[in-house]
């Protein structure tokens, strides 16, 4: 498991509620890449692909929910997850975001 400092894992809780209010008919299922340094969410039975954040953004978060909120929503999260087809994921870094292959 990732080491993470309390305001790391509550910025991650954090994502999960903004995810949770964001796509409410849907199933997410939360993941760690220790190798990769990165919180996922994948989204169950959805048209999208996973999403995935980088520790290093997770670390220039607000510690509040609405400042998380709006972090995301500067960062248009929902609208690349929505723009992420099935079998890819979007990586939201520090320096930007990305889409690779879910498997890769």
């Known amino acids: 498991m990732i080491h ?19 796509f409410p008919t849907r199933g997410i299922d939360r993941y760690e890449d220790d190798g990769r340094r990165v919180v996922g969410f994948r989204f169950i039975g959805a048209p999208q692909g996973n999403v995935e954040f980088d520790l290093s953004w997770i670390e220039t978060l607000p510690t509040d929910e609405d400042g998380v909120a709006q972090a995301m929503h500067l960062r248009h999260v929902c609208s690349e997850i929505n ?18 292959s879910a498997g890769a």
């Open 4 to 22: 993470q400092t309390s305001e790391i894992t509550g910025r991650v809780e954090k994502i999960a509620r903004y995810l949770g209010h964001s």
């Open 83 to 100: 723009d992420t087809a099935p079998g890819q994921r979007v990586v939201f870094t520090a320096e930007g975001m990305r889409r690779e």
